[in-house]
């Protein structure tokens, strides 16, 4: 049996690992359109946050520990264009070189996530709004962070500066799979 998972991190590899217990014997393949297959979620803003100081604590797995541990055949990088029931076949295409080959499935699990509603972003006027769903989220989320200058104390003499500006983070929303979307005000 031939077993094609479309989309890693918290869905996809839960529907991986099941499915290795379920049949020692299946072909299982994940792919992910992603770089990373499995990461911490729940940690991003922390990490963002200054709370987990080590963006790797964040990474849990990676496709070669999934296939010495699960015989999961992992496909970061690669997005799946269609979907052909009637032949049971996907089409799929590697992000980074453009090559697209087609792939057979006995059994196709659709494990795609959510994305970010954006009509709030698109309406607000000043600050800059950000999701942070993914590493790639952290990592640009980290960076503006950086770039940004410290506020100081109030009681400090370089409050008055007109150097200083403010800044601020939040974090918004949350859900059941506890996904968190953060506010960046600069």
Known sequence: MRVIIVGGVAGG??????????????????????????????????????????????????????????????????????????AQTVSVRDVRSGAVQIER????????????????VRTVDGPVVSTLRTIDDVDRLTDALAAVPTRPAPWSPAADSSDSKPSRTSCVGGSRSRLCSAALTL
């Open 105 to 120: 499935y006995d059994w196709l699990i659709l494990a795609t996530g959510a994305a970010a509603r954006d009509e709030f």
């Open 13 to 86: 590899m839960s529907a991986a690992t099941r499915m290795r217990r379920l049949d020692e014997h299946a072909e299982i393949i994940v792919f992910e359109q992603g770089d990373h297959v499995s990461f911490a979620n729940c940690g991003l803003p922390y990490y963002v946050g200054g709370v987990i100081s080590e963006r790797e604590s964040l990474l849990l797995q990676t496709p070669e520990s999934l296939r010495a541990r699960f015989d999961l055949d992992v496909r970061t990088g690669w997005s799946v264009g269609s979907i052909d029931r009637d």
